[in-house]
């Protein structure tokens, strides 16, 4: 039996995470820091609930008799013979009216069916070991709902015409917060790097789909004066060759071990840097010394190679499998016959112990679980919150204060090279001052950045604005997509007129990181999770595009109508964006992608019309008495479906003046039988007939019917040609523009030509970005989309920023007002979207990263006011701001179920990231642990700015008083028509007399005048104030 429980509790060892000891990060930290307490459960726990349960009921009597049986039998061979049973058990006739032969002829009835307690506790183990190892691979849970041993798997359909599933349809895919293709970390003063870059082997020259990270060893860069060292990764399956090398099994652990000493020969030169790597990190379970490279290897391919899901309902999926489990695979109904009706009841008994201590592990894997999904969908503290203001919409009262900022004229200097204007503007001299003030009034696009400020300034510069959000023109988002859509959900709910995405494309060049095996259900579950948002955002009337290629179009066509509705797919749209073509392994060269267009109501939606085209413009060449443009077009229909048989009615004569050229209809009736129209009347004398019959006698119709034709009859033109007389009608230039069509070939589509240069343009020759998308493509999209004046537009995939600058483009064009939101998560967040936002608020056209000239006036009155930009805690940092509370751990274990089911969730409690309300005392420091460049620092996290978001309130005005010393941060706004006021200031240590003098000081200074609701932070005396505690 040792065999069967020890190889059991390797299965649950693994699956709470145990061969993960040298990992500090995330959940792992988490399980490491109660492993005792998970090593007692498996090793104690959960054997002596096993040998409780078979202490008792049918199954202690089967095995009694089985047991006592045994010890008959021996001494029956004993005693009377030695072959008084054959080998099958069998007592011989001669021995049956024996004292003993009665016994262990009683016995054997009893026992019959029956198995001793070891083979029972083995069945038991087995049948555990069976069902859970059946659902986890790597470090995740894969819903694969069983059916039985023959047909394996069920899918959950309720008769569907067409149903997509997908194996991981129940799980928020996490691994977008992931340190995926920057990893960094600092050992002996060296900042090491880990870079992921694309493949550099041939598609075709791979073996196998299973994918690994492979270190570029020779390719190690070492910057001597900067103390930074880059190695460059890939990731992707093993080449012939490498599959040979690194064997069958433990092939990364073979790669880790192959890389090291490939990257310690590299660098054999490199004294400094080869001593940061090779510093012991930590010693192992054999207390041998690991090094720090070593550590850091085997963490960065951990992280990014498990824990790809998060379970939304474990417990429900595992509970009801583990009762599918037991009726189809335990209680066998062939073995419960032949073993008879008196020993049914042990196997029911035997089921109830597979269920109860499958129920008890369950519970344990779904605290673990839960407490994840908690973590993963709590709305994130904003870790910082910066605004981008153009000078000429501030007072010039700030000018003095941003002339004496140098950071801010340093990054004007690198951004905007404004020292090739004008040079003395960094010149040392009295005037500097003086000229850089007059130069902030003739440069109104300007781009402040409040984070070059001190907070008092700050302060006084938001507080100088009268509504705040309504100057906001833009706001990017440094986080995590999903987080960042659940953050901001109660402020923009419904309220998104047109969503544009460029999702990763999965194809070779851009895959997602994905779970070996499950390359495309990792796929949809990441699309999926944030689709559901997004689709919350969007107003009942909003349109989205999103651009895919080939790859995964059919995949996300399907994916989409589940999310807004097979009758909302409004079109799917060619667009040519690579006119030269991506060459495929297939054979093809691919010249185009796709843009899905749907809406969350077709009732409400209106689609957006496109501007016409040049060659459209000057074919219409005429105008009317009112100067409207129109062509002269042939009242004869031409097009599909304009033959008689087609359409009767539209079948007419029309009588034509050969002196004057007056057309009318005449008298005709209707002839249902016939289905043609009668003609009652002759042509008068001076009249001749006309008919809808194209060049070849061909009988086709006219435009319109009776009665829409007798309105366009009086402008209509008649003109004698080579096939006789011919009507011509007006078809006027729409204001609009035109519909838009399912096929778009402009040259400015092309995102080589037009994507990739308009970077180059912005930032120089350099490459900031891969796969950048053309501006005009964007553009187009959005106006599709139709967000109409002072919309907004949100991407959710921002990447470069192209959406906001074609939204900052299309306002300079359109004059609409259209105000966006970008959210990005990598680090080109701070590389390239913020100063591409930057630069093309500054001026419309660039060079090699210079300005060709300054804004117009126009185009500065049309540019953002203010851009906001704010950064998220992840979800990484709020696994890593976990903290546990042990003395209360150890007063809750008397508690039934503490362990199994509420143990993470109490101990963790007080954690900042869940938000320690006592710590709200002092809002302005309240400080969380963050991941950023390389390393966790602790930051203040904003959290007047999340409360605004949770709440979902429009900010009015931000503005500060200040009470004698105590700063007071004072937001009013509105939430529908609901006008509020939110009140923060630090109350840590108040008595009754802080309370009076604050609800004094909050009357004195009418900060609640007006308001139909208050919050304020901690206890008050305020009137009518409630505790902004439970928002939380």
Known sequence: ????????????????????????????????YKRDVIERFITKDLPAAISQELDRGALADQSQATKELKEVAEQIRKDLNEDALDADGTLAQAYHNTRLGRKYLDLKTK??????REALEANIFNHLYTFFSRYYQDGDFISKRRYSKRQRYAIPYNGEEVYLYWANNDQYYVKTAEHFHDYAFTSRGVTVHFKLQAASVEQNNVKGDKRFFLPRAKEVEWKEEAGELVLPFEYRPLTEQEEIACGKKNQQDTIIARALEQISERLKKADRALAALTAERRKDSDDQPVTFLEHHLRQYTRRNTSDFFIHKDLKSFLARELDFYLKNEVLNLDEMESAGEDRAEGWFQ?????????????????QIESFQKMLWEKRKFITETQYCV??????EGFYPDIAACEPQWAEWKALFHIDEEQSDLFTVGKNKKDKRIAFLKVHPTLVLDTKHFDQRFVDRLLGSFEDLDEMTDGLLIHSENWQALNLFMEKYREAIKAVYIDPPYNTFATKIIYKNEYEHSSWLSLLENRLLLAYHLMATDGITCTTIDDYELHRLVFLMERV????????????????????????????HEYGLFFCRSSNEARVGRMPHTEAQIARYDESDEDGQSFEWENFRKSSAGSYRFDR?????????????????????????????????????????????????GGERVWRYGIERTLQVLGDALVEETPNGLQVYTKKYLQARGSLPRTWWDKTEYSARDNGTRALADLFGSEKPFDFPKAPAAVMDSIRVCAPGESGLVLDYFGGSGTTGHAVMNLNRQDDEGIGFILVEMGDYFDTVLLPRIKKVTFTPEWKDGKPKRMATREEAERSPRIVKYIRIEGYEDALNNIEFDDASGQQALKFDDYLLKYMLKWETRASETLLNVEKLARPFSYKLHIHADGQTCEKV??????????????????????????????????????????????????????LEQDKKFVAMQKLTEGADEVFVNGDSFIPNARALEPVF
């Open 1 to 32: 039996m040792d065999q069967h429980i020890e190889k059991f509790q390797r299965l649950l060892r693994e699956l709470f995470q145990f061969n993960c000891a040298d990992l500090d990060f995330g959940i792992y930290r988490i399980m490491n």
């Open 111 to 116: 026992a019959a069916g029956g198995r001793g």
């Open 350 to 366: 035997m089921t109830r112990t597979i269920k109860a201590v499958g129920g008890r592990i369950i519970d344990f894997l779904d």
């Open 390 to 395: 153009t000078i000429g919409n501030m007072d």
């Open 564 to 591: 807004f509705g097979a009758n909302n797919h409004l079109a799917t749209v060619a667009i040519r964006n690579n006119p030269s073509g991506r060459s495929t392994v297939k054979g093809f060269a691919i010249n």
């Open 648 to 696: 009767p009615r539209q079948y007419f004569p029309l009588y034509c003046d050969r002196q004057t050229r007056a057309l009318r209809i005449p008298r005709i009736e209707w002839q249902e039988a016939t289905r043609s129209w009668k003609v009652l009347e002759s042509p008068g004398k001076a009249e001749t007939v006309i008919l809808p019959k194209d060049t070849g």
């Open 941 to 994: 996290a904003d959290v007047p700015e999340t409360f605004n978001y949770l709440l979902g309130l429009h900010v009015r005005t931000r503005r500060v008083y200040d009470d004698e010393g105590r700063r007071y941060l004072v937001y009013r706004g509105r939430i529908d028509h609901r006008q509020i006021a939110v009140i923060w200031r630090e109350t840590e240590g108040w008595q009754k007399a802080d």
